[in-house]
């Protein structure tokens, strides 16, 4: 694996990031909230068409830990992001945010429209502009995969989760429904991403003070350039009603459903991930 690179956050922090592939820069923010990158992989070898920038957000892979754990908070993040642009030498950056990572991508695009080109939010967590998902939103997803041996023990526990109920057991036993196929593979991948996560900074990741959703949608709804939203058929954390409407934010946005596919797209159907994303930054 190549050697990380650093950078120096505003308030001190060693921060890393990761660089793959050939081509213009693409700027990718993890999501958890605050996982190690890693789990992005090459994105469904995007990194045929782009130079991937991975970020290490503060305390997770080969980033620092901050002195301050209320900089975890997602606003105070944006600026590691700009730091990282400056850091490239970059007058604007094609940025893509998964999941929690949209959140932090969407207050960097309000904060700094100016720098950014082309906005990629894959299967996007919607805290940062305030969108509420419907629990039917979710189960409807949820039963496209009734055939599954799995399916009665997980929709179950997502009753519960969408109640209101869940637990740390129920929240574990709807895994299955985040991943268009439920292998070996998908198993070993979940694993990973729940060792990899900073729980501390988790909590904080989208505290009180985090965000401002009227006003964050009220920039977006400015925001000139074109932005791709990507959604997974069968995704019960961001279902296809719910990346529609965020999509329906912005002036130029394009929603893109890939069949049979969860919450990380890019392994369920690479070749047209790759293919939408790259299409449509090139």
Not at 42 to 71: K, M
């Amino acid at each position: 694996m190549p050697t990380p690179k650093t950078f120096t956050a505003p308030d001190g922090t060693l921060l890393a990031h990761h660089e793959a592939g050939t081509g213009a820069p693409l700027l990718c923010l993890p999501g958890g909230p605050l996982q190690d990158s890693a789990y992005l992989g090459d994105l469904g070898r995007l990194t045929d068409q782009r130079r991937l920038i991975r970020l290490d957000l503060r305390g997770t892979g080969a980033s620092a830990l901050p002195d301050d754990p209320a900089s975890y908070r997602c606003d105070r993040l944006v600026e590691d992001v700009e730091a990282l642009r400056a850091h490239l030498g970059l007058d604007t950056v094609d940025l893509l945010g998964h999941s929690a990572g949209a959140n932090l991508a969407a207050l960097y695009t309000a904060r700094h429209p100016e720098r950014v080109g082309r906005l990629v939010l894959v299967t996007p967590g919607t805290a940062a502009v305030g969108l509420d998902t419907a629990p039917e939103e979710r189960l409807a997803a949820a039963r496209l995969r009734v055939g599954e041996p799995w399916f009665g023990r997980a929709y179950a526990a997502l009753l519960e989760v969408t109640a209101g109920r869940g637990t740390g057991e129920t929240f574990q036993a709807v895994a299955p429904f985040l991943h268009g196929t439920w292998d070996a593979a998908a198993r070993e991948r979940h694993a990973a991403v729940e060792e990899q996560r900073n729980g501390e900074g988790a909590g904080v990741f989208a505290s009180e003070g985090a965000f401002d959703p009227a006003a964050t949608r009220a920039a977006l709804a400015e925001f000139p350039r074109p932005v791709l939203v990507v959604a997974g058929e069968g995704d019960v954390n961001t279902p296809v009603p719910t990346a529609a409407a965020y999509a329906g934010l912005f002036p130029k946005a394009s929603l893109v459903v890939l069949e049979g596919a969860g919450h990380f797209p890019w392994h369920d159907d690479a070749e047209r991930f790759a293919a939408e994303v790259g299409g449509f930054l090139a």
